[in-house]
T-cell receptor, first 115, second 116 residues
């Protein structure tokens, strides 16, 4: 099984930087994903880490430390449209069925960007 | 590319009736599709993994006789909620697995089910 923890809510100011942390426990780690989800909509892919280190993609960066079971999503130059829920998801080698590796999602961090 | 559609986007039904939700991969073939359920202010919970041409694999606690999944082709999977009850009201999201690239799952826009 897996256990994924992330803060429930965060508030930040427009133009600022915010870091959303995620810790996980899994027996067969096979990648960590960050998704953005606006209310009433499906998640959209933001980033993927499978090796230790930082992955940068525009205003968004994601970091992974497999030994610590830890990841963070860094959002720079915050905009009002970044107000959303950010989901950390871990892919597990176990439970593979028909070639599909399943994702287990954290409860999500609701980010509110204020003026 | 990698677009996944769902139909309907929302549906209201009466208790005891059945509702079918379709998930289609529009521009790629998906040998594996996933069905999730999301209650308000909660995260996505995987219900089942659907493989083309074979039986779906259900997660623990999900009733396979209540949530019927059919993956009849490489671009279509359906979820039928049978004998719906108000507690089945939720946001149902499908995703499809694409073989290329590490971020293999692309999500549909979701279906809001309300059972009255």
């Amino acid at each position: 099984g897996q256990n994924i923890d992330q803060p429930t809510e965060m508030t930040a100011t427009e133009g600022a930087i915010v870091q959303i942390n995620c810790t996980y426990q899994t027996s067969g780690f096979n990648g960590l994903f960050w998704y953005q989800q606006h209310a009433g909509e499906a998640p959209t892919f933001l980033s993927y880490n499978v090796l230790d280190g930082l992955e940068e993609k525009g205003r968004f960066s994601s970091f992974l430390s497999r030994s610590k079971g830890y990841s963070y999503l860094l959002l720079k130059e915050l905009q009002m449209k970044d107000s959303a829920s950010y989901l950390c998801a871990v892919r597990d080698r176990e439970g593979v069925t028909g070639g599909g590796n399943k994702l287990t999602f954290g409860t999500g961090t609701q980010l509110k960007v204020e003026l | 590319g990698a677009v996944v559609s769902q139909h309907p986007s929302w549906v209201i039904c009466k208790s005891g009736t059945s509702v079918k939700i379709e998930c289609r991969s529009l521009d790629f073939q998906a040998t594996t599709m996933f069905w999730y359920r999301q209650f308000p202010k909660q995260s996505l919970m995987l219900m089942a993994t659907s493989n083309e041409g074979s039986k779906a694999t259900y997660e623990q606690g999900v009733e396979k006789d209540k949530f019927l999944i059919n993956h009849a082709s490489l671009t279509l999977s359906t979820l039928t909620v049978t004998s719906a009850h108000p507690e089945d009201s939720s946001f149902y999201i499908c995703s499809a697995r694409i073989r290329t690239g590490p971020h293999e799952q692309y999500f549909g826009p979701g279906t809001r089910l309300t059972v009255t």
